[in-house]
């Protein structure tokens, strides 16, 4: 038998207290994880009591006991009381990760509070060398517990000793005036003693050794999805109950009280979205915005859609493989990543003096659609090299030409990548400011009146080319461009705004609504094409 | 004679190996061992083919008479050139930009490598089935009335159907006869429209011989195709390729020397470098062949 290897029992018993532990701290630790969350993100307030106990208190409270109960099962296990099946030692990596996290902590302490100078460090010091001995020397029940078990036993003590409460305040001494308030602080830390509490109380659940290492990863790995997914929720929460109020300013229902469309008057009027900005106003709004941001995709969509899937098919079924197609693939990936800002000076320079000299809304179509296009080229080539040959071999024996062969099955098959490129490129293009703010929008603020109307602009000419569109040579605004003029300006909203930051935010509501819907259609299109291909 | 035998061996590593095993100086190929005279009329035949990808020299020199309506087996090592050689008849590997053929090969007596050869023609009337089964990932009905659809042969476009002109009917025929025809109809005739990936693998190999011959084909070439298949699906397209050859040429290449002697009324021995060094009736092949390779190869001791 190997030196240290432990034989193990096939089925185990009497452990279920014991686990019971390390479970209700494995519960405790992503209790506090969601809660230093929330409070990082002003969910909660840190200086509201919760029933009447501070939560900083409850904070301090909740981490002594996950300390406590970690280094309890450490010591348990340590002692023959639990039975696990530690490795001998928890290895350099936790040694290391240990050793700063409590030189950093001490650190700060010291320096903090005890204003020692440089001696400070050399007790930091001393006692990172000590964490990083404690870790790696002792078998892993004690190494893996104790440092991380003690750190939070430690935060846990700042915070119900009030050392730091919510009224405490970091001054950095930068040269820049800097100060870390408690409401960043007290978060972060409990954030920090939380992950390795439970990283060590998910090993003692795994009962160390491989399967705790294993119990260990997993802990990390939810925690970190769980609050990726959970940073984007609050964003999205965060702009929609900041939003709603200004989007429900002045709403009505009733019969007849909205704008008629076609000749009906609708039941609900909601100023914001159905007004422009003008004087004499009630309420402002922002529809022409709303209207030229439409306008903006579907035309960039229009021109860039055909030129980039008919650029694919090129590359990957007539061209060559060789230089050109290199050269093209790297210009494109260039294009891709090309600043926004360098597409609008192009759409400034070049197009604006070929479509009547001024800034209009074809310009900033035609603007977005070149920053589309590589996206589209891009995806919609990938999506072809995936389809098999043996799809264009099968073809090409029945007799099929080429070309039919591309349209009836190769691009078929290549669409929900195609859509999928559109899809992530209408989501960028859709946000930009940049360009359009020096190719398309004319006045801040455009009074309703004035909205974008494409489809009713279209003029039959008597000359040729026998149709005209006027309102696609119309400088206009759009939802990215008015809310950068907002912030930046505030201009032109004069007194007929309650609050202009609401006005803010129910824009920026507004736009992620329109990017949302444009997501919407994108993934049923997908889901179309996808059912058609694969179910029929 | 023993000039041109070094030189292949310097080409490719394999003949090496070949050399290596048998021990001894490479056999001379006899021309009289491709000697196969037959009743009927010739289908294919071939002069001098030879095919290079790049530098390899896939082919070399390869003369063979398919006669009409029977079966063909193509046997041989891996990398001997026999998929080259099938790909030859169809012209497919006019696909592949680093082929150069040279020789001649005639369907009916007309050469199919000449300036003018209408290649959708050529495609119709030899058909094709592939190693692993290919089904697009449409409908069943779709796979079937594909290429008559695409040759203009069926038209049940939205224009038709608007114009009273729609194919409907011919389309269900042709759909029906062509499963028929591939012994799937049974297995699949209520369920046409379901998408044809999610049959099994031995039913999407007969759907993919039913599209083949859906455009009428006057040969079929068959590429391995069983290879993929478990051997309960390999016996049902074996019963199948026999039955086929009563109305069409068949002509199939295959690693499985028993599927050979079983389906097949004469054999082809491809043997590395792209030769053809024995032809015949495939119980002389099988039971008597003239070569001492060829012998080899068949009772396993090599290959």
Known sequence: ?536 | MSKTTTQTTDRGGTEDTVETTTGETVEQVREEWRDYSFAGPTKIGVEDLDVYYGDDHALDGVSMEIPEQSVTALIGPSGCGKSTFLRCLNRMNDRVSSARIDGSVTLDGEEIYQEGVNLVELRKRVGMVFQSPNPFPKSIRQNIAYGPEKHGDINTGLLARLLGRSDEEAREELVERCLRDAALWDEVNDRLDDNSLGLSGGQQQRLCIARCLSVDPEVILMDEPASALDPIATAKIEDLIEGLAEDYTVVIVTHNMQQAARISDQTAVFLTGGKLVEYGDTDQVFEDPRSERVEDYITGKFG
Not at chain 1, 252 to 280: D, K, Q, R, T
Not at chain 1, 427 to 434: L, Q, V
Request: with cysteine.
């Open chain 1, 1 to 536: 038998m190997m030196a240290g290897a432990t034989r193990t029992r096939l089925v185990s018993r009497e452990t279920s207290r014991a686990n019971a532990v390390a479970g209700v701290a494995v519960v405790l630790a992503a209790i506090l994880f969601a809660m230093s969350l929330a409070a990082l993100f002003e969910v909660i307030p840190i200086s509201d009591p919760i029933a009447g106990i501070p939560v900083v208190a409850i904070l301090g409270g909740v981490l002594m006991l996950l300390g406590g109960a970690v280094i309890a099962f450490g010591l348990g296990s340590y002692l023959g009381a639990v039975e696990t099946q530690p490795s001998p030692s928890a290895g350099v990596v936790a040694a290391a990760a240990f050793g700063i996290v409590w030189l950093v902590l001490v650190g700060i302490a010291v320096g903090r509070f005890l204003s020692l100078g440089s001696a400070g460090w050399i007790v930091a010091l001393f006692v990172g060398g000590a964490a990083f001995a404690v870790t790696a020397v002792p078998r892993e029940d004690i190494g893996s517990t104790l440092p991380a078990g003690a750190a939070c036993l430690l935060v846990g003590a700042t915070f119900l000793t009030g050392a730091i409460g919510p009224e405490w305040v970091w001054e950095l001494d930068f040269e820049q005036t800097a100060s870390l308030t408690a409401e960043f602080v007290i978060p972060v830390a409990t954030l920090g003693a939380a992950l390795l509490a439970g990283w060590a109380a998910a090993k003692a659940y795994g009962g160390f050794g491989a399967r705790g290492r294993r119990m260990g990863a997993y802990l990390l790995i939810y925690l970190n999805a769980g609050s990726i997914v959970g940073v984007l929720f609050l964003l999205l929460a965060f702009t929609t109950f900041r939003g709603l109020p200004g989007l429900f300013t002045g709403v009505e229902v009733g019969p007849g009280v909205g704008p008629s469309v076609f000749g009906i008057a609708l039941p609900v009027s909601l100023p914001f979205v159905m007004n422009g900005v003008a004087l004499l106003n009630d309420f402002q709004g922002v529809l022409p915005a709303i209207v030229g941001t439409i306008w903006l995709v579907i035309g960039a969509v229009l021109f860039a859609v055909p030129l980039g899937v008919g650029a694919a098919i090129f590359l990957t079924e007539y061209a060559e493989y060789g230089r050109i197609t290199q050269i093209v693939e790297v210009a494109t990936n260039g294009l891709w990543s090309t600043p926004s800002i360098v597409f609008g000076l192009f759409g400034f320079a070049f197009l604006i003096p070929r479509f009547g000299g001024g800034k209009s809304l074809i310009s900033g179509m035609l603007t977005l659609g070149f920053m589309l296009l590589p996206l589209v080229l891009i995806t919609s080539r990938e999506a072809m090299l995936a389809v098999p040959d043996e799809y264009r071999d099968a073809s090409a024996a029945l007799g099929v030409s080429k070309w039919q062969t591309i349209r009836s099955v190769v691009v078929p098959s290549a669409l929900p990548g195609v859509v999928t490129g559109v899809i992530l490129g209408v989501g960028r293009i859709a946000g930009e400011t940049a360009p359009i703010l020096l190719t398309m929008t004319g006045g801040t603020f455009v009074p309703g009146g004035q909205t974008v109307d494409v489809i009713g602009g279209f003029e039959f000419t008597a000359a040729p080319p026998f149709v005209a569109n006027p309102e696609l040579l119309q400088a206009t605004t759009a939802l990215p461009f008015q809310l950068y003029a907002l912030i930046t300006a505030g201009v032109g909203l004069g007194d007929n705004v309650a609050s202009p930051e609401q006005f803010q935010w129910a824009t920026a509501f507004v736009l992620l609504l329109v990017v949302l819907s444009f997501y919407a259609i994108g993934i049923g299109a997908r889901y179309y094409f996808r059912r058609k291909l694969n179910h029929e």
